[in-house]
């Protein structure tokens, strides 16, 4: 009788530990199913791409170019042409404006990393072979969306710290804006504005 009780505990123990395995094999499938089905979630564009897809479309360009901290700004005009790609996830936006020696092409890839919820920028123009980026949110206060971003110069030896504005007026108006935060470029300041690009969208 003794052994057929001890056979009979161990039995129930092993069945104990079989079920639990078989729960926690479940649970940790069952968790790892939200996670798959959160991330493909990410995947697809949200409302923030909505917000850069109203900006999609023709455009003429102001723009205002300061050389350096107290100085007068340059203006120039221009057009932009802004198109979403890749199934409505980027905006693309390419511009040019001024004239001569003074003309400049750019294009700028908008996005929003629905992972880390921050709006993301990749920009390039002929001024150079580089390219820059920032990310950032909203931001009530400003009413805008802000990125930051930062780089070494290998050529001119220094980090460059830089804030992009992004703030839409009404849905025919937008405006760009370019900070720069490091000491180069700011000569003392805290804060130096180095352009500022309205858009007006085309009739």
Not at 77 to 97: D, I, P
Not at 140 to 169: S, W
Request: proline share 3%; net charge neutral; hydrophobic share 35%.
């Amino acid at each position: 009788m003794n052994r057929f009780l001890k056979n009979l505990t161990g039995l129930i123990c092993l069945m104990g530990l079989l079920c639990s395995a078989g729960l926690s094999q479940e649970k940790s499938q069952s968790d790892e199913a939200r996670r798959m089905a959160a991330y493909r979630e990410t995947m697809n564009p949200g409302p923030e791409h909505k917000q850069l897809e109203a900006l999609a479309g023709s455009w003429n360009t102001e723009i205002k170019i300061w050389p350096g901290p107290g100085a007068k700004p340059m203006l120039f005009e221009g057009n932009c042409e802004n198109r979403m790609a890749l199934g409505g996830r980027f905006l693309v936006s390419e511009g040019k404006g001024g004239q001569g020696q003074m003309a400049i092409e750019n294009m700028s890839i908008f996005g929003f990393d629905r992972r880390v919820k921050k709006f993301t920028s990749v920009g390039y123009d002929t001024e150079g072979t580089y390219y820059v980026t920032a990310a950032g949110a909203y931001d009530e206060k400003e009413k805008a969306i802000v990125m930051t971003g930062e780089e070494f110069d290998p050529v001119l030896n220094h980090n460059q710290k830089y804030r992009f504005v992004l703030r839409v007026v009404d849905p025919d108006t937008y405006v760009e804006e370019v900070f720069f935060a490091d000491s180069a470029h700011t000569k003392g300041l805290s804060e130096f504005k180095a352009a500022e690009i309205t858009h007006r969208r085309k009739k």
